[in-house]
């Protein structure tokens, strides 16, 4: 018989909210991109057109503090979030971890919004330095919600971590992983160019002048294909090599997700990228790629935490580990 998961503590329901709101930021923020509303504050940082509070602010304005502000709550629902973790569970366990991740991520999130602003790469730049950015603010945003998944997941009794000696399965997940965040990359800058270079037809034909972040459209749809194709086929052979129900069931929802971005995909490009398909496809890109680190995270679980066991050569290498996780998921 399959044993019960303890019921999620005060601080999952904590982490798994602040993990959604963080989610609400960052489609906001694809909204403030979309609508051209980057430079709502101009080049000022974190003050907007040099006041603390702007007089008779534009729309565009607005938009931009709106998204300030949301993010400013994101980080100090994280910080929360990190004190609390320290309170509330021991040394060494996997919560602490994965919340000092989340605030150093934040912060990281911010800076990287901030060089947005101070350089200049918003509204109308159609640079190659705008580019590089996105990708790197898309990184930094998806380690992120990896961070703050991984937090509510290990809050809510999922088991720590093991890289070493996870086989072909461990191999499949992280390629998965990395795919994914690749294509996520090229996402980000090719939304960059649906904004500053509308579409006007379906078709794929360029022109020979046609600006790079235009013929980068070509390359996004490829890959993202590519990786969802590999995802669905190892989302037959992983739960064979961990039968394991909640690897089982994670792998499912993985599936589903990318199955359903390719179809959103489909009918962004269709619909010519429109700011509102825009956002719906980046929701459906975060919600794939949080089920895959939830997949990855039970595929990558220390088995002998589990309680699975893998040999006495690896109990006398932490004889400590069993007795620390179920301290650990009792904590609260």
Not at 102 to 130: P, Q
Request: net charge positive; glycine share 10%; with cysteine.
């Amino acid at each position: 018989m399959i044993p019960e998961r303890p019921k999620p503590s005060g601080f999952a329901r904590l982490a798994w909210t602040v993990l959604a709101w963080n989610v609400v930021v960052v489609l906001w923020g694809a909204y403030v991109r979309a609508s051209g509303s980057g430079a709502g504050c101009g080049s000022h940082w974190p003050r907007c057109n040099g006041r603390v509070i702007p007089r008779a602010p534009s729309a565009e304005t607005l938009i931009e503090l709106t998204h300030r502000a949301t993010s400013g709550i994101a980080l100090l629902l994280v910080a929360g979030m990190l004190v609390l973790a320290f309170r509330r569970y021991p040394r060494r366990h996997p919560v602490r971890l994965g919340a000092v991740l989340s605030a150093v991520l934040i912060i990281t999130e911010a800076l990287v919004g901030a060089g947005l602003v101070l350089l200049e790469l918003v509204a109308d730049n159609a640079s190659l330095a705008r580019a590089y950015w996105m990708a790197l603010h898309l990184t930094n945003t998806f380690l992120l919600l990896g961070a703050l998944s991984l937090t509510a997941w290990w809050a809510s009794g999922g088991p720590p971590l093991r890289l070493r000696g996870q086989g072909a399965a461990g191999a499949l997940m992280l390629t998965a992983v990395i795919a994914t965040l690749l294509v996520a990359m090229m996402g980000a800058v090719t939304a960059l160019g649906d904004t500053l270079f509308p579409k006007t037809s379906v078709g794929l034909d360029l022109p020979p002048a046609a600006h790079f972040l235009e013929r980068l459209r070509v390359v996004h749809p490829v890959a993202a294909v590519a990786t969802a194709l590999y995802v669905l086929g190892i989302a037959r052979v992983v739960p064979r090599l961990r039968p394991d129900p909640t690897t089982a069931g994670l792998m499912g929802w993985v599936t589903a997700a990318f199955v359903l971005q390719v179809f959103v995909g489909v009918w962004n490009v269709a619909l010519l990228a429109p700011t509102w398909m825009q956002i719906v496809h980046l929701l459906v890109a975060d919600a794939v790629w949080i089920t895959l680190v939830l997949a990855t995270a039970s595929v990558l679980a220390d088995r002998v935490s589990r309680g699975a066991g893998e040999g006495a050569e690896e109990r006398s290498a932490s004889p400590a580990a069993p007795r620390e996780v179920v301290r650990a998921g009792g904590a609260g």
